[in-house]
């Protein structure tokens, strides 16, 4: 028994048709795999340069693209007023973007994608979004630590957010004790001039 009869046997294909399979087979494998290998290993390796060509295209490469981090390092901001806080609501790239709960602010910034001028959070950027938070509100008078009113359910969920933030973004500040206890008068009393201006 040759092996076009083992093949027709085994597959139930001629032996051209089970050629023909194999080889799709194996230009889809090359295809897909392909896809999944990173682009610096993907690519032929260039001839080494000189070392004065090398120093040129170094120099010349780094001028023309200076490296800008993903997000700045935590800065340790100590006691910031509302006021001051609003200054870090991601609009400018070398600040960080911070969020006050329950009177302490965390630095965000690994977030920018969420709580960035363009993410769908950007709305907490620097504000204490508290209140916001226990009622899982996007509406603008709902931006306040003031916590009065609120039920035990609510408190429990702000508590959930609490925890969410303590296990992914550092704590750079704390409010005011009367900025975290006045519930955020000034904060709304900011907005209202946003608004006017």
């Known amino acids: 028994m040759g092996i076009a009869d083992a093949v027709q046997a085994y597959t139930g294909?001629?032996?051209?048709?089970?050629?023909?399979?194999?080889?799709?087979?194996l230009a889809t494998y090359l295809i897909v795999s392909t896809l999944f290998?990173?682009?610096d290993a993907a690519a032929p390796a260039a001839p080494p340069k000189p070392a004065q060509q090398k120093e040129q295209g170094t120099e010349a490469e780094a001028e023309a693209e200076p490296f800008v981090p993903p997000f700045p390092d935590p800065v340790q901001v100590g006691e910031i007023t509302l006021e001051?806080?609003?200054?870090?609501?991601?609009?400018?790239?070398?600040?960080?973007i911070l969020i006050a709960i329950r009177g302490k602010v965390y630095d965000v910034s690994r977030g920018r994608l969420f709580y960035?001028?363009?993410?769908?959070?950007?709305?907490?950027?620097?504000?204490?979004?508290?209140?916001?938070?226990?009622?899982?509100?996007?509406?603008?008078?709902?931006?306040?630590?003031?916590?009065?009113g609120l039920s035990p359910d609510e408190l429990e969920v702000l508590q959930d957010w609490e925890e969410k933030f303590k296990e992914r973004y550092p704590v750079v500040g704390h409010l005011p004790r009367e900025d975290?206890?006045?519930?955020d008068q000034k904060g709304a009393e900011l907005d209202h001039?946003?608004?006017?201006?």
């Open 13 to 25: 294909l001629s032996p051209a048709a089970a050629a023909t399979v194999l080889a799709l087979m």
């Open 37 to 39: 290998v990173a682009p």
């Open 84 to 96: 001051q806080l609003r200054v870090y609501d991601g609009k400018d790239p070398a600040k960080s």
């Open 116 to 148: 960035g001028p363009q993410g769908p959070y950007s709305l907490f950027a620097g504000r204490d979004a508290s209140r916001a938070l226990a009622l899982m509100s996007f509406d603008l008078n709902d931006l306040t630590g003031d916590l009065e």
């Open 180 to 183: 975290a206890i006045a519930g």
């Open 193 to 197: 001039e946003d608004e006017d201006s």
